[in-house]
Nanobody, 121 residues
Framework: QVQLVESGGGLVQAGGSLRLSCAAS????????MGWYRQAPGKQRELVAT???????NYADSVKGRFTISRDNAKNTVYLQMNSLKPEDTAVYCC???????????????WGQGTQVTVSS
């Protein structure tokens, strides 16, 4: 069993900042990529940012220069620092991890429950 505990969402005014965290625990041998995705009402889920175990990052064009993804491998935790937030960033943000429960298994994708981010104008 794997658990992903997300935190840090909330309500913020446009131009403000939030920091999301997602901690993985449970039957984990290793974690490969970790990432954040979001889904706004009436829209499809979209990639926000991903980070490899080695620290290579990838961002959606809409968040480049405003959001920063990072991770602490010792804590199996991924972070998303969101600055200069806009109303269009309003969505449920979910983290995803690709993990191995054992060296010969996986990697498997596992999703968190999501945390609401609301940006008011």
């Amino acid at each position: 069993q794997v658990q992903l505990v997300e935190s840090g969402g909330g309500l913020v005014q446009a131009g403000g900042s939030l920091r999301l965290s997602c901690a993985a625990s449970g039957s984990i041998f290793s974690i490969n990529d970790m990432g954040w995705y979001r889904q706004a009402p009436g829209k499809q889920r979209e990639l926000v940012a991903t980070i490899t175990k080695g620290g290579s990052t990838n961002y959606a064009d809409s968040v480049k220069g405003r959001f920063t993804i990072s991770r602490d491998n010792a804590k199996n935790t991924v972070y998303l620092q969101m600055n200069s937030l806009k109303p269009e960033d309003t969505a449920v943000y979910c983290c995803k991890t690709a993990y191995r429960p054992a060296p010969w298994k996986g990697p498997y994708d596992y999703w968190g429950q999501g945390t609401q981010v609301t940006v008011s104008s």
